[in-house]
Nanobody, 125 residues
Framework: QVQLMESGGGSVETGGSLKLSCTVT????????LGWFRQAPGNEREGVAS???????KYAPSMEGHFAISRDNDKNTLYLQMNDLQPEDTAMYYC???????????????????WGQGTQVTVSS
């Protein structure tokens, strides 16, 4: 199975930007829907974005417009560019992979086959 490792989290002021990266290791990289979910303390996992093997990106409605997901298949790396961050974006962010289901963030988060250890994003006002 694939293994994923996130990096790029940190603390940022409201309105700031971060770019998360996720390295994906495995021999079936191209078979997976890849994406990101987040979880704040006390909250459920929330799908953020997904991208299929062809590069088609999908976003949770509230994320579209200030988050951008991409994948570099040559580097086996997944990215999440986060712009105009708000305090409510504070959460642990996880990259994730699924070989099941449709490649949409709300489906991905419920069909997880692998995910990383998470990287903390903290947005202060």
């Amino acid at each position: 199975q694939v293994q994923l490792m996130e990096s790029g989290g940190g603390s940022v002021e409201t309105g700031g930007s971060l770019k998360l990266s996720c390295t994906v290791t495995g021999d079936k990289y191209n078979a997976y829907c890849l994406g990101w979910f987040r979880q704040a303390p006390g909250n459920e996992r929330e799908g953020v974005a997904s991208v299929d093997r062809d590069g088609t990106a999908k976003y949770a409605p509230s994320m579209e417009g200030h988050f951008a997901i991409s994948r570099d298949n040559d580097k086996n790396t997944l990215y999440l560019q986060m712009n105009d961050l708000q305090p409510e974006d504070t959460a642990m962010y996880y990259c994730a992979a699924s070989i099941r289901g449709y490649c949409y963030p709300e489906v991905l988060v419920k069909s997880l086959d692998a995910w990383g250890q998470g990287t903390q994003v903290t947005v202060s006002s």
